[in-house]
């Protein structure tokens, strides 16, 4: 498929199995769907989730896909709607409904803004990657089985075998190093 192709060989093109086809669409509306949920959310992740979703469903369901006229209003219409539904699915799960039916202002922000953002929470997490590699491996094995695995201290200790305080210690020395090294 050509750098020039129209939406619709595109579309034609995801029908039959071409995966560049769907590149090619990913690659042209990724940052403009971003964009036109900023206006929604300044929530980058969830964005970024719900774009990635349209994508991926468009080639899980390649094989029943209809034809469509107007491609840039259907990707639009998905976006909108996957990233409601991922909203309400985070709301839910925080059990943060309050306030939902405010309205949200009408912001626009340029690709500048969005590239901005993604490269900060990059940064961010680049700077945690770093602070966890600067704790010890007894370090993280509690905090992955205190925060990931939602152990208790008590339980965190039986699997171990040690005192409940010192596990206790051990995690609050851990988030204590990461804390100081993010400064947040």
């Known amino acids: 498929m050509t750098k020039n192709a129209s939406d619709k060989e595109l579309w034609n093109g995801i029908k039959n199995d071409n995966k560049s086809s769907l590149t090619q669409l990913f690659q042209r509306y990724y940052f403009y769907l971003i964009k036109t949920g900023f206006n929604y959310s300044?929530?980058?992740?969830t964005l970024k989730d719900a774009a990635n979703d349209i994508f991926f469903h468009l080639w899980q369901?390649?094989?029943?896909l209809s034809d469509v006229e107007n491609i840039n209003a259907?990707?639009?219409?998905?976006?909108?709607?996957g990233f409601f539904l991922l909203l309400r699915q985070e709301m839910k799960?925080?059990?943060r409904l309050a306030g939902w039916h405010t309205e949200q202002p009408q912001i626009q922000f340029s690709y500048e803004e969005i590239i901005v953002a993604m490269q900060v929470k990059k940064e961010q997490k680049e700077k945690l990657r770093r602070a966890l590699d600067g704790l010890s491996p007894r370090q993280k094995e509690y905090l992955q089985m205190k925060f990931?695995?939602?152990l208790s201290y008590e339980q965190i200790a039986a699997q171990t075998g040690q005192v409940v305080k010192t596990v206790y210690n051990t995690v609050y020395e851990a988030i204590k190093v990461l804390r100081s090294e993010i400064k947040l």
């Open 148 to 150: 990931y695995e939602g």
């Open 61 to 64: 369901n390649r094989q029943s």
């Open 74 to 81: 259907y990707l639009n219409t998905s976006f909108e709607t």
């Open 93 to 95: 799960n925080t059990k």
């Open 42 to 45: 300044q929530n980058v992740e």
